[in-house]
């Protein structure tokens, strides 16, 4: 895997250029299926299967990239415990957790304009 490497020029948080850092964090974690683990994790430590059954749709797949990803960014912490079968839990970081209260922001926005949203669909479709 390629990826940019930060090298403390203003370029590299700069997401109007397409070969930015910024703009490759961005596409990576500004994703469904990301911004919904970090919402379903919150404040809570869950299981793989856990956030399996809280992320309503995601596959087996994507979720174990979605948070390996999330790991590799250190949005959030995996904990493995040496059992049979192994037991692993998933929790945010302090990175994530603020990430988290963007995300929060986002479902609020969302559920405050969804009638909003929705009637601008219907007109736009008709």
Known sequence: MVT??????????????ADSLAREIFSDVANKWA???IEALGDRTL???????DVEGISHKMLTQNLRMLE???LVERKVYPTVPPRVEY???????????????MCGWTHRYLGHIEAARRRFDA
């Open 4 to 17: 940019k490497q930060f090298t403390g020029s203003p370029d590299d948080a700069d997401l109007r250029r």
């Open 35 to 37: 911004l919904l683990i």
């Open 47 to 53: 299981r793989f299967i856990e956030l399996r059954n």
């Open 72 to 74: 590799r960014y250190g």
């Open 91 to 105: 929790t945010l970081t302090e990175p994530g957790r603020a990430l988290r209260a963007t995300v929060d922001g």
